[in-house]
């Protein structure tokens, strides 16, 4: 009953709906109080997720840093329990990469990839952490780079123009689509109908 109460907030916060201070706070503290009875990887992760909207919520300051550290436990809590969740290794790297933990961060960011290639929702926002962290990554790790972005090609070939024209992405993209294979280029052709002019 605790984690149902959290329902309403998490499925705005899911929809990037603008949710309250106290909304957030709530939900967090309900389920945070569900854990007592049953340990839920896939709820703890949510309550780092609430931790982190409502972090973001607060000026610069203690309160912020104490926020962000308990959503970063919440989220390493959560995928102790269930470690499939490719948004909260997400949002764990990120978190990392903002406390200056680059090489930490790589290594979410990697589990993230591996939890699952294809998400959608996560795509660009893991590619703009990846181009940051692209100079502490092992070769594994750039490798599952380069494949992301060939997949976000394919996905959403603006955004990815878009990082090729940055300076410090440029090299990184032309050398990922240099590897394009004919089965991504018939996956773009059947999404967009053409292949864009190199």
């Known amino acids: 009953m605790a984690a149902l109460d959290a329902g309403d907030t998490l499925w705005a916060v899911h929809a990037g709906q603008s949710a309250t201070v106290e909304e ?3 939900a967090a503290a309900g389920l945070s109080a569900a854990r007592r009875w049953v340990v839920n990887g896939e709820s703890e992760a949510d309550r ?5 909207h409502q972090a ?4 610069p300051g203690a309160e912020r840093q104490r926020l962000l550290a308990e959503a970063e ?9 269930a470690p499939g969740q490719p948004s909260a ?13 680059a090489v930490s961060a790589a290594a979410a960011l990697r589990l993230s990839w591996l939890a699952g290639s294809v998400a959608p929702e996560l795509m660009t926002s893991r590619l703009e952490l990846g181009v940051r ?6 070769l594994e790790t750039m490798s599952l780079l380069h494949r992301q972005i060939r997949l976000t090609w394919v996905i959403a ?3 990815v123009a ?11 993209v032309q050398a990922a689509l240099a590897d394009l294979s004919k089965d991504d280029v018939a996956d773009y052709l059947l999404r967009h109908g053409h292949v864009p002019a190199p």
């Open 162 to 172: 878009k990082l090729a024209a940055q300076p410090e992405a440029g090299a990184l």
């Open 157 to 159: 070939p603006d955004f």
């Open 89 to 101: 290794w997400a949002r764990l790297a990120w978190l990392r990469d903002r406390r200056g933990n």
């Open 48 to 52: 780092g997720l609430l931790l982190l």
């Open 133 to 138: 962290l692209a100079s502490v990554m092992d």
């Open 56 to 59: 973001m919520t607060q000026t």
């Open 73 to 81: 436990a919440a989220t390493m809590a959560g995928l102790g329990v």
């Open 24 to 26: 957030l706070a709530t």
